[in-house]
């Protein structure tokens, strides 16, 4: 345990195995297959308490500061920054990278964890600890908040491109009945 060394050196090894868990959980997270970032899984559906992501808006005012926080362009250089098409597939993309990103940030905030763990309750575990936690909670609430967006626009296109369909059939049937 780094409890024996001096308050400045445990601050820098815990600091740099900080960097390395953070880099080490960004190849875990691009490595990992599609299916475990699904956003039908429990871990990615919105809570009733997130009422669809108003919460974030209303209470943690998200639209006045997501966009100042920097991004990350993820797996195969997919940008989260602006929607740049509204074909289900994309929204799809899109979604996927939400889970991807709040995956990502999870495992990163689970390094709190273990630095109590090799540390133990000392003022750089709870230092560190509190820094990395504040450093990703945000962006965890992003991806969450923007993934409910997405959803909700996803299904409006769904129920738009059902109702031309339909009315496609219609006019099709009026015209052979005619």
């Given at each position: 345990m780094l409890k024996e060394q001096s308050?400045?050196?445990?601050?820098?090894?815990?600091?740099?195995?900080?960097?390395?868990?953070?880099?080490?959980?960004?190849?875990?997270?691009?490595?990992?297959?599609?299916?475990?970032?699904?956003?039908?899984?429990?871990?990615?559906?919105?809570?009733?308490?997130?009422?669809?992501?108003?919460?974030y808006s209303d209470v943690l005012?998200?639209?006045?500061?997501?966009?100042?926080?920097?991004?990350?362009?993820?797996?195969?250089?997919?940008?989260?920054?602006?929607?740049?098409?509204?074909s289900i597939e994309y929204l799809d993309r899109f979604i996927l990278e939400t889970c991807r990103g709040e995956w990502n940030h999870k495992m990163n905030c689970a390094f709190a964890v273990v630095l109590f763990g090799i540390n133990g309750i000392t003022e750089v575990s709870v230092i560190l600890s509190f820094a990395t936690v504040a450093g990703n909670v945000p962006f965890i609430f992003i991806q969450r908040y923007n993934r409910f967006r997405l959803q909700k626009l996803r299904n409006t296109i769904i129920r738009k491109l059902a109702r031309q369909n339909k009315?496609?059939?219609?006019?099709?049937?009026?015209?052979?009945?005619?």
């Open positions: 308050a400045v050196n445990a601050f820098f090894i815990n600091f740099i195995f900080g960097v390395v868990w953070h880099y080490a959980v960004l190849f875990v997270c691009i490595s990992l297959d599609n299916c475990i970032f699904s956003p039908q899984r429990k871990m990615y559906r919105c809570h009733k308490w997130e009422r669809g992501g108003k919460f005012k998200i639209n006045k500061w997501k966009d100042t926080l920097p991004q990350h362009i993820g797996k195969d250089g997919f940008s989260k920054e602006h929607i740049e098409d509204v009315a496609v059939v219609c006019t099709a049937e009026n015209e052979i009945t005619e």
